[in-house]
Structures are given as C-alpha cells and as structure tokens.
C-alpha cells in the first residue's frame, strides 16, 4: 500500500504542478508513484506543429504562456537537441521541453470539517447582506464580485463565507496580485481560524509540505496549482500586474477545479468587470466604511518644478511644510512617488528632517522590515511607489502623493491610495493631499468617484 499512495507526497503535491527536479522526495519515490498510476508527468513545454505560414506554437504547460516572445529555444547539452523554455515563469526554476512536470492524480485529500471562526466582531447589515450574497453565488456556482469601499471591512465579509465552506471539507484560496495584501491578510486570517491550516505564499516563502486547507497566495504563486481550490478569492482584483496579464488571470482559472467560480474583491473594479457581474446579479456593492464616516477627499495643491527641485538638492516648501507637520503630530505617513529614481533622490534630503524616514519599492530588499517598523511605530513615514497602494492598513497614516498628475496615478490608483487614510474607527479622517505640477483628468476624476460613493448610500 506504501507504494500505491505515500501521504507525505500526496500532501506536497495535491493540487500543485509542479517541476519532478524540484520535488523534495527521492526520485525513485516518484517513479514509484507514477508507476501506481498516483502522479501523472506532463511535459513542460507542449509544442504543436507549424506550417508553412504558421511558425510552432509554444504553451508552457505551469504557466499557460503561449507568448512566442516569451519563449527562447536553444542547443539543449541535457538532450542534446533544440530545447525551447518558458521565460514568463523562470523565476520558480526553468521549465522546457525535456523536463517533467508532475501532478497528484491519485486519491484525493480529505479536509476536515471542524473549525473555529474566533472573530467576536459584528457586521453591519449592509456587510451581513453582501457576506450571505457571496456564500449564495458560492452554492451557485456563480463568480460574485464584492464591490466596497476602501476601509469597508471586506475581509471581515470573506470570513462567514470562508468558514461555511471549511466546514463543508472544502479548500478554499484567496489571492491577491501584491505580495503587501497577502502579508497585511495573513495575521488576521491565522486569528479568525485559529484551528485552520494556513499557508501564505509568496514569491521567497518556503512552500510548506503540508496541503493546507486555506491558503493565500499572490496570483503568480498560483502558476503552481491546477484544479486544487473549491473556491478561489481574487483580492484587489484591479490591482496591476494581473489586470493586464493573461497568464495570471489563466493561472486563477487553472487553480480553480472545474466549475468553482472565482470571486473578486475591489475597492476599484473596471466597468467591465462590474458589468459582467451585474448581468448574472452576482455583484454586492457597499458605499461606506464600516465605521460610517465618509472617503476623505483628496486636497490639491500645486508643486511646481518638483521634477527640477528635488534632484538639485531641494524640497519644495510645501512637500517639506507637509512633512514637518506630520512629524510634529506624530502622525505615522506614507509619500507616494511615481518613478523610483526620483524617490530615491529625495530620501536623503528627507532624512535631514528625520533620520528615520525611509523608502521602499517592490525589489526593496528591506520592504517587509520598513513596512512594519511603521506599522510598530519605530519610523515616522515611508517614502514609496504605488507598491503600497493597496493592501496596507495602518491607523492614524496620513497620505500624499507627489506627482499626481502622472500617468501612473490614474483614477483606481488614486481612490486606492486615499484608501490608506482614516481606516480605523479611532482615527476615521486624516490627510489626503495630491501634490501636482497640473491637474489631470484622473485626479478629476478620482475626486468626483470618491464624492459619489460618499453620497451613494448608508450603512
């Protein structure tokens, strides 16, 4: 029977496609599986012929990429042949022609069905509402979209949802495309399921060997599931890269078992995403923050030759009027910046207020540190790009962005950011100041939306 099913590589890979180079079991372990017919190998790379007008299709077989500008062929000393890999996914080990993927296709996990949902917090009824709407389209089979404001609650909303379908035996997964949310989610869910196994993963997290029953993953970690999750929460669904990437989005699908619907969760959502939902009346929108104070608005003010001052050596008198002020209030800030060059430049010449302050981007080497000496209060503010647009709740944090008018801070982006400010019941207002060389249509615009969804209804 050991060799027919060994549970220690049934839990590793049970809903994983993964790289048979890669595994952390002997290899004639695995040929022991594949020969009870448990794994199933797949080539990495699966190529279809061409013709004379059509070149060879190339499909990675992890990450669905079929890019031909994303593949390169080459003289393989492996094979000893032409050899085409995948460069969309290389960063989790290369995945081509010669090498294997592999696959748990024996008996599946049983996941158990007695969990603790440890959260005492009470949901206003417009969040009880929307929570039994997605646990409804979860019985249906439908994608739902939760559309709420920033600082809503919508975690809190995921968490009934989640514990009836734990209960249930089901595996469930919530993605988001930024490291920060996956970060910022797992505490809070490791306390609301106190009894649940829970992985977070994220590109440098050590995947665990157990097949836990929750898992929160950043969209590009999901390149490695396939048919693994009953229900899949896409977090921050707007949030670049996945809008734009094909491969993330395919990848969530990939992950999703056949006919589980894959739910969104924004603040933000394009208007064709609110469409589609709106057609099968799977959409739960809330207009207010759980704690019924209104989106702070943001406040203009002009920064003129920004872009000249700051590398000469100079910050502008109401950039650091801006700054003191927080630092004197004790007030904990984040300072957007559209180009990281440019930030850069400026956190030496911040520094000479406070010697503290730092800045962080998304290849950062000290981003997880810096983030959370603010959160612990040890640094007065944080300089950073739109890494940190979403997925950060800090209480009492104050935000201004310098450079609004870039195209960078369209109107999403824009509410995003001002979403950071007034989140906590016992700091509810706080600072939203866009600092600009010119108004642009997208600062208009996010001005407007933020007016609208204050006017848009109650609690």
């Known amino acids: 029977m050991t060799k027919q099913m060994n549970p220690a590589i049934r839990k590793f890979l049970s809903g994983r496609i993964w790289l048979r180079m890669h595994t952390p079991f002997a290899s004639n372990e695995i040929d022991e599986q594949i020969a009870a017919g448990t794994i199933t190998v797949l080539k990495g790379i699966r190529t279809e012929n061409g013709s004379l007008f059509q070149p060879k299709r190339h499909v990675c077989n992890r990450c669905e990429n079929d890019d031909a500008s994303r593949f390169t062929t080459f003289q393989c000393a492996k094979c000893d042949a032409p050899c085409t890999y995948c460069r969309n996914c290389l960063k989790m080990g290369r995945v081509s022609s010669c090498t294997e993927l592999i696959t748990w296709t024996g008996p599946p996990i049983t996941y158990p069905t007695d969990h603790t949902l440890a959260w005492q917090g009470t949901l206003t009824p417009k969040q009880q509402q929307a929570s039994d709407e997605l646990l409804e389209s979860q019985t249906k089979s439908l994608s739902h979209l939760l559309y709420a404001v920033c600082g809503s609650g919508k975690t809190e909303i995921l968490f009934q949802p989640i514990h009836a379908m734990l209960r249930q035996g089901k595996r469930v997964c919530i993605a988001a495309p930024r490291v920060d949310v996956i970060l910022e989610l797992e505490p809070r869910l490791r306390a609301a399921f106190p009894q649940t196994s829970i992985e977070a993963l994220y590109g440098g997290a050590q995947p665990s060997m157990e097949a836990a029953q929750l898992v929160l993953a950043t969209t590009h970690q999901l390149y490695r599931f396939t048919q693994a999750f009953d229900a899949i929460f896409v977090d921050e669904a707007d949030a670049f890269p996945y809008k734009a990437d094909a491969t993330l989005q395919r990848a969530v699908m990939k992950a999703a078992k056949p006919e589980t619907p894959v739910h969104s969760v924004t603040a933000t959502p394009s208007d064709k995403l609110l469409r589609e939902r709106k057609k099968t009346g799977a959409v739960s929108i809330i207009y207010r923050r759980y704690h019924g104070h209104p989106l702070p608005m943001p406040a203009f003010h002009s920064l003129w030759n920004y872009e000249k001052q700051i590398p000469k050596g100079t910050l502008p008198c109401k950039l650091l009027q801006w700054i003191e002020e927080r630092i004197a209030k004790n007030e904990p800030f984040l300072l957007f910046f559209h180009h990281i060059g440019l930030m850069e430049v400026a956190e030496p010449l911040f520094q000479t207020i406070h010697p503290q302050i730092r800045s962080v981007h998304a290849q950062h080497p000290d981003r997880k540190e810096h983030v959370q000496a603010l959160r612990d209060q040890q640094i007065p503010g944080l300089l950073t790009t739109t890494i940190l647009e979403r997925g950060i709740t800090i209480p009492n944090v104050q935000v201004a962005v ?58």
């Open 402 to 459: 310098v450079g609004a008018e870039q195209a960078i801070f369209d109107k999403g982006a824009l509410i995003q950011i001002g979403g950071r400010v007034g989140r906590s019941a016992h700091y509810p207002t706080g600072h939203f100041t866009l600092f600009h060389n010119g108004i642009s249509y997208a600062m208009d615009e996010a001005k407007n939306e933020i007016r609208r969804l204050n006017e848009g209804g109650d609690m």
